[in-house]
């Protein structure tokens, strides 16, 4: 398992040239919107806990 994992695509303008930013754990930047951003994993789901939302159809 690597300690950091890397977005393949900024969740803002979709391209795929982004580097880490600072020294801080999961923040980014994209050098094609000059946007920096953070993502941070919270954990996994247990399948059994899930839940559906109305209006919502599941997969």
Do not use: V
Request: proline share 8%; charged share 20%.
């Amino acid at each position: 398992m690597t300690t950091r994992a890397m977005p393949y695509h900024c969740p803002y303008c979709a391209d795929e040239d982004l580097r880490p930013h600072g020294e801080t754990h999961g923040a980014w930047e994209c050098r094609s919107c000059l946007r920096a951003f953070s993502l941070k994993f919270i954990g996994q789901l247990n399948p059994s806990t899930i839940t559906t939302h109305p209006g919502r159809r599941e997969a």
